[in-house]
């Protein structure tokens, strides 16, 4: 089983500021089927990322991800107020199909 | 547009079983994998298994084998997950959401279904 790890656990930031969000992997994921999604309190969570690097449709251009093998990264580059939210990272490439512990993103 | 719509909220007692449906309308429903995760209250989320609409087949995490069913009806696009001997520890939202194939991203979600066991 692949064990995803989101750091940090809790990030407090205020609107306008860049985040960094990482996930790292405890063995490769194959062709980076890694996405991320953002989930807001009483809701299901969003595709954001797939394909590591890959905007989902309709997604703003402040959200990107990187990275490959077994560290990956979000990013948002400037926070707007509808940012605020909970992110996970899933490895879809093998089974089990695992996801990250979540990092939430509020506001300072 | 592509809608996956779930069954309202569940009262259960341990022991028993749920049913939980996902119908699907906006898209080809033997075109895309259906997936299951449940995330406990707050906690994370965790897969529990994939179903492929089009045959049927379906693949289960290792913890629920022998508790949780998958299975589909396709005249009515239609996927259900059921989970029995339930216990306290079950109560979640249990969401569907479907993919292009085994292996892709998860593009869209359903609402998701309360399920909370208590005696």
């Known amino acids: 089983e692949i064990v995803l790890t989101q750091s940090p656990g809790t990030l407090s930031l205020s609107p306008g500021k860049r985040v960094t969000l990482s996930c790292r992997a405890s063995?490769?994921?194959?062709?980076?089927?890694l996405g991320w999604y953002q989930q807001k309190p009483g809701q299901a969570p969003r595709l954001l990322i797939y394909g590591a690097s890959s905007r989902a449709t309709g997604i703003p251009d402040r959200f990107s991800g990187s990275g490959s093998g077994t560290d990956f990264t979000l990013t948002i580059s400037r926070l707007e107020p509808e940012d605020f939210a909970v992110y996970y990272c899933q490895q879809y490439g093998s089974s089990p199909l695992t996801f990250g512990g979540g990092t939430k993103v509020e506001i300072k | 547009q592509v809608q996956l719509v779930q069954s309202g909220a569940e009262v259960k007692k341990p022991g028993a079983s749920v049913k939980v449906s996902c119908k699907a309308s906006g898209y080809t429903f033997t075109s895309y994998y259906m997936h299951w995760v449940r995330q406990a209250p707050g906690q994370g989320l965790e897969w529990m298994g994939t179903i492929n609409p089009s045959g049927g087949s379906t693949s289960y995490a290792q913890k629920f084998q022998g508790r949780v069913t998958m299975t589909r009806d396709t005249s009515t696009s239609t996927v259900y997950m059921e989970l029995s001997s339930l216990r306290f520890e079950d109560t979640a939202v249990y969401y569907c959401?479907?993919?292009?194939?085994?292996?892709?991203?998860?593009?869209?979600w359903g609402q998701g279904t309360l399920v909370t066991v208590s005696s």
């Open positions: 063995q490769s994921i194959s062709s980076n089927y």
């Open positions: 959401a479907r993919s292009n194939l085994y292996s892709s991203a998860w593009l869209t």
